[in-house]
């Protein structure tokens, strides 16, 4: 996206919250709104919101782990929430800390991917070089004689490993080019964030 673009799209997302902020919260037209949905809402059971929670919280969750899509845990971690600063009381003690360090375990150990291919996912989707089953493909851009071109270098893997452990988990990757140096990459995964070194 070019700069003209991009500063188009700022102005135009400024004038939207600016506009929605005024409308929702400055201007006098939302008192009757503000009405109504407080009436309902005392008419509405808070059962029916917690069932829907605990549904999406827990459906989310499985669906994350038996289809490895990650932003379903986005989901079943905000209604998580949700559903503890509806359900728990909130007083600083220890069971409350408890409760808030299992919450966070649970989903950073959910968040770990514990299949292999994450690592060279990763590593394609974040570096120049994109990997595959037995080598790996450097793609990058040099000027000869005022000229950009591709270059494309052929890597083979000759090391890979991947060790899944319940919380975290290391990911290390070894290449050789065809004139026989040497590339490495090594990285860990919390809470299904890669961190890369090279």
């Not at 408890?98 to 966070?104: E, G, H, W």
């Not at 083979?156 to 080019?177: E, P, R, T, V």
Request: aromatic letters at 14%; proline letters at 2%.
């Amino acid at each position: 996206m070019d700069k003209g673009a991009l500063m188009i799209s700022f102005i135009g997302i400024s004038i939207a919250i600016l506009y929605s902020i005024y409308q929702l919260f400055i201007s006098k037209t939302t008192v009757g709104l503000e009405q109504e949905i407080d009436e309902k809402m005392k008419a509405r059971p808070i059962a029916n919101v917690i069932r829907y929670l605990i549904f999406l919280a827990v459906n989310s969750f499985l669906a994350n782990m038996f289809f490895d899509i990650g932003w379903l845990l986005w989901i079943s971690f905000f209604s998580a929430v949700a559903l503890w600063i509806l359900l728990v009381e909130h007083r600083f003690n220890f069971p409350y800390l408890i409760s808030i360090i299992v919450i966070l375990l649970i989903f950073l150990g959910a968040g770990v991917p514990k299949h292999q291919q994450s690592f060279l996912n990763h590593i394609s989707d974040h570096t120049e070089y994109n990997c595959f089953s037995i080598e790996c493909v450097k793609v990058s851009q040099v000027v000869i004689d005022d000229e950009l071109k591709t270059e494309i270098e052929t890597y083979s893997i000759q090391g890979y490993s991947f060790d899944w452990y319940l919380l975290f988990s290391k990911g290390a990757l070894l290449l050789k080019d065809e004139q026989g140096n040497m590339e490495e990459f090594r990285g860990v995964n919390i809470g299904g964030l890669w961190l890369l070194e090279k």
